[in-house]
């Protein structure tokens, strides 16, 4: 059976359509594996019920040995690890990494409310300048 002329057209139209969300996507990656530092940081599951387990994951690249620090805060991140570091928050990763990176650590959910996982990658040495950050929101129910 034949298709019409006006089938292979739309046919066609998404497949064109289709190439071109891949290549996007693509182009996407390629460009954040060229960054020389990132980091991302996400929580999952969220929201996360009270004495349930939650896992906060970092991951990006860093074109020279860094030091990825992770803290679980009860207020909005601040923008510097030494910043943050004067906030009441918890260190729940501090590893050396260098390259592309992934690190996550699994912690017991123990207070209700709003918190925030604030991940940096610092320069070593000197410790205090800041490659990159992130933040992820988070909630913990009752």
Sequence with gaps: MRRSPASRTRNRGLLVAAVASLGLALVAD???????????????????????????????????????????????????????????????????????????????????GSHYACAYLIATPPGTLTRGYASAAYAVSL
């Design 30 to 112: 390629v460009a954040s594996a060229l960054l020389p530092y990132s980091v991302h940081v996400r929580v999952v599951p969220t929201p996360v019920a009270k004495g349930s387990d939650l896992r906060v994951i970092a991951n990006g690249n860093s074109s020279n040995t860094s030091i990825l620090v992770v803290f679980l805060d009860r207020q909005a991140c601040a923008t510097t690890a030494t910043d943050e570091r004067s906030h009441p928050a918890t260190e729940i990763i501090d590893h050396a990494v260098v390259g592309l990176y992934k690190r996550s650590r699994t912690v017991l959910a123990r207070v209700a």
